[in-house]
T-cell receptor, first 112, second 112 residues
């Protein structure tokens, strides 16, 4: 059974640009969560999707958004990139909330 | 709200010794906890989980202990190997946010 797949693995963007990251969850998993990981802040929750609906959102500005498709694949978008958005963005999938959450390898975003 | 933290940022052990990584949580309503291992350049890898109706759970070379009275978790790794060198995170399920809240992580260094 394939794990969580995130693409691309690495991205370099310029301040002010926007970026879209993709996550394919484990087959059969309908919950997808996104996290931002930085050395200073650790792992922070961005948002969670289930059956194409965003059920919850962390304390991030509106520049961070996401969506989920009918096949459970999810994308997150960051608009008007800032240097501080440089981070490892991680996606996790779960079959049911409050159960095992499996992470992808992450997308390393560098904003210059 | 939930906060999950770790007592020690770095733990250095000799190969073959047992390792104990500790974690404290503040939200007594958390009923599910996970330990993750993260190697450099990779996403967090699920190690073991435990629900609040349990005190102990064992896996292959790993044991998680949960003390609800003092809101404390520990991860014990038996016969630590060089391949165990990584950052270890505990995470608690936040029912309200439908998200995992992560601790800051402990770096485990295994000395040959």
């Amino acid at each position: 059974k394939a794990g969580v797949t995130q693409t691309p693995r690495y991205l370099i963007k310029t301040r002010g640009q926007q970026v879209t990251l993709s996550c394919s969850p484990i087959s059969g998993h309908r919950s997808v969560s996104w996290y931002q990981q930085t050395p200073g802040q650790g792992l922070q929750f961005l948002f969670e999707y289930f059956s194409e609906t965003q059920r919850n959102k962390g304390n991030f500005p509106g520049r961070f958004s996401g969506r989920q498709f009918s096949n459970s694949r999810s994308e997150m978008n960051v608009s008007t990139l800032e240097l501080g958005d440089s981070a490892l963005y991680l996606c996790a999938s779960s079959g049911t909330e409050g159960t095992e959450a499996f992470f992808g390898q992450g997308t390393r975003l560098t904003v210059v | 709200g939930e906060s999950v933290g770790l007592h020690l940022p770095t733990l250095s052990v000799q190969e073959g010794d047992n390792s104990i990584i500790n974690c404290a949580y503040s939200n007594s309503a958390s009923d599910y906890f996970i330990w993750y291992k993260q190697e450099s350049g990779k996403g967090p890898q699920f190690i073991i989980d435990i629900r609040s109706n349990m005190d102990k759970r064992q896996g292959q070379r790993v044991t998680v202990l949960l003390n609800k009275t003092v809101k404390h978790l520990s991860l014990q790794i038996a016969a630590t190997q060089p391949g165990d060198s990584a950052v270890y995170f505990c995470a608690g399920w936040d029912t309200g946010r439908r998200a995992l809240t992560f601790g800051s992580g402990t770096r485990l260094q295994v000395q040959p």
